[in-house]
Structures are given as structure tokens and as C-alpha cells.
């Protein structure tokens, strides 16, 4: 049986980062940069200085002013419903843009409770041929040939972050250029983020590979220079493999291959054979909320956070770091290294009190206990039905008229 430890997480940011740094040896990568501050006191910040005309004007554009909320988000630093109050009632109908986009986030999360695991192998039959093959190392060592493919996965692994249209250009060179099996790809990207978040991620994985889309994405040359402001292109000599126009690289990319359904990937977990017949009461703090405002945090009962290898065992050390940066903001938590049965068990806690979640693998590590399931904020009371739910757009096109009423601008299609 593994030692658990009880952690103390400094309060001292320099300390804090050094702290998680040797609790982690293992833990791969750089350490979090100071723009990257973890916990929701930075997330309001970030809310509170967007820049609505800037966002609608140029979020398209790799240096755009984008909000670089999505890990505040992922760990519940901050929910989507008072992020799309606070923009509504600061910009009106202007902040439609940007609610949209929270709501891409509250869409691929509904799904994923939905679909449970299945959001873990297509979604729908690949509109054209998916590659199966393994991804190569040369990707995740950078030398892939293609610059500015290698920049991009640099960029990654220093910052935790990268603009949507890179994860989207990277995303398709690897499935549509380098036919590689994209839930390999998939897993990988995810643990190189900040903001990694199953759904999200694999979603939209599958939605580049038409798995999950009526049509493959994929871009070329002028597109990628266009949005990067030639960042990549302007001194770049290589035989460039986009450098076409996006009517011939549809037909080299899926003239040939029809779609082959990939061989379905199967997550195995153990039941629970052994139950907890602990009777004290305790709350639950999983990586997805991480607030101080949070009704459970404020609550008095004992609370309880994990570092268990089963879910953090590829986070790199920066994300871990950002998790400690959230966790020195929420008072009286007792932080555990080891193994949260183990954690659990051995603090008495036999009922738990936690924030409901689609994640499977957090939901099986609490099979031993009585475990209430406290539902989380939702974006919006908006029922959509199972029919709509199948595309983001005709999602929103319910959604968004529900925000914003007769002043909707994307008015909606019928569907
Ligand atoms: C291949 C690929 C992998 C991705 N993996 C993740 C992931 O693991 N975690 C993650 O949070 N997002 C992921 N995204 C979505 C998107 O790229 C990021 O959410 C976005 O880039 C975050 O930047 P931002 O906060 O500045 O976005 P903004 O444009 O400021 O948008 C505000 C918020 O809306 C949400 N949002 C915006 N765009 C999207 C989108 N396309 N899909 C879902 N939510 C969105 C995010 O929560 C974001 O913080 C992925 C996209 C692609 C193409």
C-alpha cells in the first residue's frame, strides 16, 4: 500500500511553486509562469478586464485578445453562469460573441454526461478515412520538419496554452497530414494543457476529425499566415506541406481513403468490492471546484482534496503547480498526496458531500463511500433536446435566444 502524505501548501507563491516542485519530482516540464496564476482572485481579474471590442474584433488572430480564462473554467475557479452575467450586463447583446463561446464549453460538457466514456472513441462514423497509426515521437520531440508545427507544440509545453485556431491547426495536421489515430493525439494534447478537460479536448479532436461533425477541419498555408500575422511563414524556407489551395488539399488529404471505423477502445474499471463503513461526514474537493465561493468550500464540515496518481499521474508540473495556486485560496482544506480511498478511509470520512461531475474516473474512485452528488451551477436552465444536441449550432441557436431575446444576433435556423 503506497504512503500517503498530508500536504502544506505554502502561502508564499515563490515557496508554494518550489514546494509542488519537490512534492512532484516526477512531474514533467517547466514550472508555471507568473501570467499563469492559478485560483479565483486571477480569474475575476481576467473577467473584469476584458476588452469586448477588441474580443469581437480580433479573436480570430493568434495574438487576439482573447480572455485566457479556459483553466480558471476547467477547475471551477469560476462558472460560466456569473462569467456570462457579469459580460451580459457589462457590454448587452456586444458580449455575444464571447457567451457563445462559454456556451461551446457548457455544450461539450452536457455531452460528455451524456455520453459518459464514449466521448473516448468517435462519436459518429468519420465522414473520411481516420488514420490509425500510433503518434510518432517525432511529434512530441518537435522535429517534425514542419516549423511551425514544432513552434506550436513548443509553445504548449512552455506555456499550457495555446490559441484555439493552433490547437485546431495542430489538431488536423495530425489527423489529416500524419493520419494518426486521433485518440492517441487526443490524450497527449490534453495532458500538455492548463485547461485540459476531456471533453473539450476529445471533442473537439473528434470535431476536426469529422467524427463528431458533418465534415472534416483543415486549413492551408494562407489561412495559418493570415492569422499569425506571417509569425511563422514570413522566413520560412521548408517545403511547406499547406501551401495549397484548400481545394486541392481536399482532395489529396481524402481523395483516396474511405472512412474504416477505428477499433473501439474500452475503459476498464473495477467495481468496488469493499464499502466504507465509516459514518463521518465530509466534503469532497475535486479539481473542478476550486473556489473560494463555492457552497461546499464555505461550508464547515471537513474537506478533503487528493493529488491521486489514478487522475493526476501525466498532469505536468506547471498544472499542478496551478492547481496549488487554487487550492492556498480555500481555507481549512486538508491537501493529501496518495491515494483518496486510502486518504478517506483512514480520516474516518464514510459519507461524502461533492459537486457533481461527468467524470467517470472521479466518480469510480468514490465508489466505496455514500456519496451525495450536489449538482453543479448550471449555465443556463435552457432544456435542449437530444436531437439538437447532435451539432453546437443548433445548441446555441436555442441557447442564445434564450440570453439575449429579440436582440439575438445569430438569429436561429430552424431545426
Ligand atoms: C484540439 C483542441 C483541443 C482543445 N482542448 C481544450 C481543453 O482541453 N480545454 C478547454 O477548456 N478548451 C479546449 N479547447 C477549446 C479552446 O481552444 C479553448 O477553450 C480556448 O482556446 C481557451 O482560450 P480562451 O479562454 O482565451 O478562450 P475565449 O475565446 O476567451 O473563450 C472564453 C471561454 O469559452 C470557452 N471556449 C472558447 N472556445 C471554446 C471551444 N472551441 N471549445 C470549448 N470551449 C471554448 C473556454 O472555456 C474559454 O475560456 C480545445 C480546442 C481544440 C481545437
Known amino acids: 500500500m503506497a504512503k500517503a502524505y498530508k500536504l502544506t501548501i505554502p502561502n508564499d507563491r515563490v515557496e508554494r511553486l518550489q514546494y509542488m516542485k519537490r512534492m512532484f519530482p516526477q512531474a514533467a516540464g517547466v514550472g508555471l509562469s507568473d501570467d499563469w496564476r492559478g485560483g479565483r482572485q486571477e480569474a475575476l481579474k481576467r473577467l473584469n478586464s476584458i476588452d469586448i471590442e477588441a ?9 487576439g485578445a482573447v480572455s485566457r480564462l479556459s483553466p480558471y473554467f476547467r477547475h471551477g475557479c469560476l462558472t460560466l453562469k456569473e462569467a456570462s452575467e457579469n459580460l451580459q450586463e457589462r457590454f448587452g447583446v456586444d458580449s455575444e460573441k464571447l457567451v457563445q463561446e462559454l456556451g461551446r464549453r ?67 495536421y495530425v489527423i489529416h497530414w ?43 498555408k494562407d489561412i495559418l499566415a493570415r492569422h499569425t500575422g506571417e509569425k511563422h511563414c514570413a522566413n520560412c524556407s521548408v517545403n511547406c506541406p499547406f501551401d495549397a489551395s484548400v481545394e486541392m488539399l481536399d482532395a489529396k488529404l481524402f481523395g483516396q481513403t474511405g472512412a474504416e471505423p477505428l477499433i473501439e477502445r474500452s475503459i476498464t474499471r473495477s467495481t468496488a468490492t469493499r464499502f466504507s463503513t ?72 464514510g459519507q461524502l458531500k461533492t459537486q457533481n461531475t461527468p467524470n467517470l474516473a472521479v466518480k469510480h474512485l468514490l465508489e466505496p463511500f455514500q456519496t451525495n452528488w450536489q449538482p453543479e451551477v448550471k449555465f443556463t436552465d435552457v432544456e435542449v433536446s437530444a436531437q439538437r444536441m447532435k451539432r453546437f449550432s443548433r445548441y446555441w441557436s436555442k441557447v442564445g435566444e434564450a440570453f439575449y431575446g429579440d436582440a439575438f444576433p445569430s438569429k436561429p435556423k430552424t431545426f
Open 55 to 63: 474580443y469581437n474584433k480580433n479573436r480570430y488572430f493568434i495574438n
Open 106 to 172: 457548457d455544450y461539450f460538457r452536457r455531452v460528455w454526461y451524456q455520453q459518459g466514456d464514449k466521448i473516448f472513441n468517435n462519436i459518429e462514423a468519420a465522414k473520411v478515412g481516420v488514420g490509425e497509426k500510433p503518434l510518432p515521437d517525432y511529434v512530441r520531440q518537435m522535429i517534425t520538419g514542419v516549423p511551425c508545427m514544432d513552434a506550436l507544440v513548443r509553445d504548449l509545453m512552455q506555456d499550457g496554452y495555446v490559441h484555439n485556431h493552433a490547437r485546431k491547426w495542430f489538431a488536423a
Open 178 to 220: 500524419l493520419k494518426v489515430d486521433w485518440r492517441e493525439a487526443a490524450d497527449w494534447f490534453e495532458n500538455l494543457l492548463l485547461d485540459g478537460d476531456m471533453a473539450s479536448n476529445h471533442l473537439s479532436w473528434q470535431w476536426v476529425a469529422s467524427t463528431f461533425s458533418s465534415s472534416p477541419y483543415f486549413f492551408n
Open 278 to 349: 465509516n459514518t463521518a461526514v465530509a466534503v469532497f474537493v475535486h479539481d473542478e471546484m476550486l473556489s473560494a465561493a463555492h457552497p461546499l468550500i464555505k461550508n464547515s464540515t471537513t474537506k478533503f482534496f487528493v493529488f491521486d496518481e489514478a487522475l493526476y499521474a501525466k498532469w505536468p508540473l506547471k498544472r499542478l503547480q496551478f492547481v496549488a495556486d487554487c487550492l492556498s485560496e480555500l481555507p481549512n482544506v486538508e491537501v493529501w498526496l496518495g491515494d483518496t480511498r486510502e486518504v478517506l478511509e483512514s480520516r474516518g470520512a
